[in-house]
């Protein structure tokens, strides 16, 4: 069983910068991937960006060139470096783990918020 914890979300100002950490524990296996998916109210949950092991990636175009996913495997910990945030990126950002790049594992973390608001 993986545990996810994540940290870092808050309120920033329209073009601001957040930085989110997961963190898995519960395996002797890293997950294969790791990534973020996010809801906003109203809407379905969608991916954000996941990272594999070996370091490939997959983002949603919709961040593509503004949010920076990266890992760490000896901590097993994923981060997403959000830049140029827009008032649109404002939602429930989950931390996700699985063996699939193109579809959400079975591991959630509890979300952290991400308000953009001036």
């Known amino acids: 069983q993986v545990q996810l914890a994540e940290s870092g979300g808050g309120l920033v100002q329209p073009g601001g910068s957040l930085r989110l950490s997961c963190a898995a524990s519960?395996?002797?296996?890293?997950?294969?991937?790791m990534g973020w998916y996010r809801q906003a109210p109203g809407k379905q949950r969608e991916l954000v960006a996941v990272?594999?092991?070996?370091?490939?990636?997959n983002y949603a175009d919709s961040v593509k060139g503004r949010f920076s996913i990266s890992r760490d495997n000896a901590k097993n910990t994923v981060y997403l470096q959000m830049n140029s945030l827009k008032l649109e990126d404002t939602a429930v950002y989950y931390c996700?783990?699985?063996?699939?790049?193109?579809?959400?594992?079975?591991?959630w973390g509890k979300g952290t918020l991400v308000t953009v608001s001036s």
């Open positions: 519960g395996s002797i296996f890293g997950p294969a991937v």
């Open positions: 996700n783990a699985g063996p699939y790049i193109y579809a959400p594992g079975n591991y």
């Open positions: 990272i594999t092991s070996g370091g490939r990636t």
